[in-house]
């Protein structure tokens, strides 16, 4: 990479690069300072955190693409940044990136005058992304960071601190903007974090180290009341056959705090309501759902509230065990919440990193950890946890969802982690797992009982413990099926209905399960993983 001393006039796209990605690390020294922050538009406590979620998946872009493109470099950040958003603040952030990104992508170096255009097209294309733009939030601040990057200029260091301290001006006037932020005495937390961002690109070309992270003492949110705010839901969506302005409008009777946007052919949205199943069911319709996301945002309230008193609980004696499971889908990330897991998102086709599994097993108050990986294609990062961790945790060898359940039902924070673990490894070989998805390919392909299955892409497949058992007709087919094989005489089934999957279609599900297994008994969830129309589990 080409070294930019502070004072260069031009900026080269791995230059460009760097700075996004140090402007990541720079983001992550402070992400709690700015989760402490966070009172609007919902006290949930998580705005540092879902930027720089967002920003980490720009990042792992940045690593695959060009260097030496300034196209291949803007795409990078544009797309990273779109598939990674997390929450409110992460979409809208997404936006920003994507004004910056599209300013920038014909250029072969960025100048002092083109850094201030991206700057400018940003803040348009964060206003233009929400449905009705409140001044006193990120908006309001990246209009500062824009009227800053306008000003006389001569090179791009010159450039980011004229946006700094405009955008601190702003950035300070917040409280006076929102009531929200007045009550709680606290400046505008995304506004922060953005103004983070742009320091940390400062800070990259000046060649400042990284900061140690500030201390916090409280959290703005335990000025407010527990009480229902209702599910942040979540969609990435490819292939739509409506207009991103149709979508949004499709949703907007569900609830407030709307986004959806899109880039790179994709749609990504965003919304606080309290029908996440209804919401999920109608735009599933009109694309392919790659991912969903659904978050009680009371729990959320009422874990910060836990995380402000932690310090006053530090003397308390630290349990023996403590349990983290990667899982996907609302209702199956609430289950594991439920039975004390601690959560990584993740599963088919969206596997976590080892680094995001090391994280959630540090943030963890146990003497050691259970892991549950869930998927066979987890369970190796789960294994190289374990010797990272030098001893602090273990892996419970689940590779499906239905035994990562059956082992979390057994676990007691207060028994031994090694002890318990044993345990766990035998409730998870009791349960047979069934789940019913797509192909995504045509292809023939021979089952574990020696039968030839000619697969064409999109056919419904029904999988019994991660291995192909049927294939063809409709998901309720495939799943009465493989019941009609793996029905042994098991008490209750248990299941989960993908994203695209109503209430309705569960219960007649259920009927149908019922008439034909009669012992049976039946438990039925909305919130199954992404990419999977049912997940069904027999024990």
């Not at 009531?179 to 937390?189: F, M, Y």
């Not at 400042?208 to 407010?224: G, H, K, N, V």
């Not at 499709?250 to 994709?266: I, Q, T």
Request: aromatic share 6%.
């Amino acid at each position: 990479m080409t070294k930019t001393a502070p004072d260069a006039a031009r900026i080269m796209p791995d230059q460009l690069a760097a700075m996004l990605r140090y402007a990541t690390d720079w983001l992550g020294v402070y992400r709690e300072q700015v989760n402490a922050l966070n009172v609007y538009p919902v006290p949930d406590g998580d705005t540092g955190t879902n930027m720089h979620l967002t920003m980490q998946s720009v990042r792992r872009e940045l690593e695959t693409a060009d260097q030496h493109s300034m196209s291949s470099v803007a795409r990078a950040i544009s797309y990273g940044a779109l598939l990674g958003a997390r929450g409110n603040s992460g979409v809208i952030l997404s936006q920003l990136l994507k004004g910056f990104a599209e300013t920038i992508r014909d250029a072969r170096e960025i100048d002092a005058g083109t850094l201030g255009k991206a700057f400018l097209a940003a803040q348009k294309s964060g206003y233009s992304a929400v449905m009705k733009p409140v001044e006193g939030t990120i908006l309001t601040v990246a209009r500062g960071v824009a009227e800053g990057a306008q000003r006389q200029g001569e090179t791009p260091a010159q450039v980011l601190e004229n946006a700094l301290f405009r955008g601190q001006e702003l950035l300070d006037q917040t409280p006076e903007m929102l009531p929200a932020l007045k009550q709680a005495g606290v400046i505008d937390s995304g506004g922060q974090g953005y103004l983070y961002l742009v320091q940390g690109m400062l800070a990259s070309l000046r060649g400042d180290a990284l900061p140690p992270a500030p201390e916090i003492t409280s959290y703005a949110q335990q000025q407010f009341e527990n009480e229902e705010f209702g599910f942040c839901t979540e969609f990435l969506m490819s292939e739509a056959t409506k207009p991103i302005e149709e979508i949004r409008e499709l949703v907007s009777p569900f609830g407030d705090s709307l986004l959806v946007v899109g880039a790179e052919g994709y749609v990504k949205g965003h919304i606080h309501t309290n029908e996440p199943d209804q919401l999920l069911a109608t735009v599933g319709r009109y694309g392919k759902m790659l991912k969903t996301k659904v978050e009680d945002m009371s729990e959320q309230h009422t874990e910060i509230l836990g995380m402000a008193g932690a310090a006053a609980r530090a003397e308390e004696e630290i349990p023996p065990t403590g349990l983290v499971a990667v899982a996907n889908g609302h209702g199956l990330v609430k289950l594991f919440r439920s039975l004390g897991a601690r959560i990584v998102s993740g599963g088919q086709t969206a596997n976590p990193s080892v680094q995001d599994i090391v994280d959630a097993v540090r943030s963890v108050s146990a003497e050691k950890v259970i892991i549950l990986p869930n998927n066979k294609n987890v369970l190796m990062a789960a294994e190289k946890v374990v010797e990272l961790m030098q001893g602090r945790a273990v892996v419970v060898p689940t590779t499906t969802l239905g035994q990562g359940m059956g082992a979390a039902l057994a676990f007691q924070s207060d028994i031994p982690a090694d002890e318990l673990a044993q345990a766990m490894t035998e409730l998870a070989a009791n349960v047979t797992t069934f789940e019913v998805t797509r192909a995504s390919r045509t292809t023939n392909i021979m089952t574990k009982d020696g039968r030839t299955l000619d697969i064409k892409e999109g056919d419904v497949i029904g999988l019994r413990d991660d291995e192909l058992a049927q294939a063809g007709g409709s998901p309720e087919d495939s799943v009465l099926e493989m019941l009609g094989k793996g029905y042994t005489g098991q008490e209750i089934a248990t299941v989960f209905g993908g994203p695209q999957k109503t209430e309705a279609d569960l219960a007649t599900l259920a009927g149908r399960i019922k008439k034909e297994f009669p012992a049976l008994e039946i438990e039925t969830h909305a919130g199954g993983p992404d990419l999977y129309d049912y997940l069904v589990t027999l024990e």
